[in-house]
């Protein structure tokens, strides 16, 4: 006989403390017994005990409260393994558990909400914002080199903290003699890691190897970006963010087809800003870039 059979269960078991059958404890928890068997499928409200050979489920009357704000956590959409963690949290910890958690989902729901408008955008054939698009040939340069597989939530974290190991590495390799940027060297998307390279041009080019003999680290390289010929343009900080800057990769891409030019390598940010932390959302601070070839591939 299992649990279902809920009006043959016996009111207690054998022995022990007095504790409430499934139906009853669903009752006053104001939840079915179904949702109950799956609360403790996922391990996040367990019987204070199971008869083995039956399958009877008995409840504490003390867990009504954690019954009901499962239930209710769950409305949210929030991660089981999150409502885990709340449920066994303090009154104060767990209130400010559900806050953080809220605030992501507003995040996350900005987030949609522009991607959606570019999206439609994009598919009616509008362009909302108008990009300068320019060109400009750049030197060959050595390059200190991190490269990661990384999703798109990862880069705003990532790009500083690679960015300023490269430039204190940079120190020991003649200085930094150029504006960092990043190399997509394939899709960075939530369901797309890369890889991208987080690029510091230095001035020696020997120390630099020398460097890397003494300081070898994975992902971590030296080489030698090549001269080349960049098609680019100039967006601010508040551009920086994603999708909007989806829309400046999609300007200087449509510039290279009508100028009848060709991609001639993997696209990139150059970030000039000098103090990223004080720039105002209006400031222009990254350049979207591609190298291009006159050549047809």
């Known amino acids: 006989?299992?649990?279902?059979?809920?009006?043959?269960?016996?009111?207690?078991?054998?022995?022990g403390e007095p504790l409430l059958t499934i139906g009853a404890f669903a009752h006053r928890a104001r939840l079915s017994p179904k949702a109950l068997r799956l609360y403790d499928r996922l391990g996040l409200l367990d019987p204070a005990r199971v008869d083995e050979a039956t399958g009877y489920r008995w409840y504490r009357a003390d867990q009504v409260e954690r019954a009901?704000?499962?239930a209710l956590l769950r409305q949210l959409d929030m991660p089981l393994a999150l409502i885990g963690d709340v449920v066994g949290l303090p009154g104060t910890d767990a209130a400010q558990a559900v806050a953080d958690h809220w605030a992501e989902v507003d995040a996350r729901r900005a987030r949609q909400?522009?991607?959606a408008a570019h999206l439609r955008d994009r598919l009616s054939g509008r362009r909302p914002t108008m990009f300068e698009i320019k060109t400009c040939?750049?030197?060959e340069q050595t390059v200190l080199?991190?490269?990661?597989?990384?999703v798109a939530d990862e880069l705003p974290r990532w790009i500083p903290a690679a960015v300023d190991r490269l430039i204190r590495a940079a120190a020991e390799c003649g200085g930094v003699a150029g504006i960092p940027f990043v190399v997509y060297h394939a899709e960075v998307t939530p369901d797309s890691d890369g890889p991208a390279e987080a690029c510091v041009p230095v001035a020696d080019a020997r120390a630099a190897e020398k460097w890397m003999a003494a300081n070898s680290r994975g992902g971590v390289a030296v080489r030698v970006e090549p001269a080349?010929?960049?098609?680019?343009?100039?967006?601010t900080k508040a551009q920086v963010a994603h999708p909007q800057i989806l829309s400046a990769f999609d300007a200087v891409e449509d510039h290279i087809a009508r100028e009848g030019l060709t991609v001639a390598g993997p696209c990139r940010e150059v970030y000039f800003a000098e103090d990223w932390d004080a720039a105002s959302p209006t400031d222009e601070v990254c350049d979207i870039a591609f190298p291009v070839s006159s050549r047809r591939r």
């Open 1 to 15: 006989m299992h649990d279902d059979d809920l009006n043959h269960a016996p009111d207690n078991p054998p022995d």
């Open 68 to 70: 009901r704000l499962v």
């Open 113 to 115: 909400a522009a991607l």
């Open 137 to 139: 040939d750049i030197p």
């Open 145 to 150: 080199a991190e490269r990661r597989h990384l």
């Open 228 to 235: 080349q010929r960049l098609a680019y343009t100039r967006i």
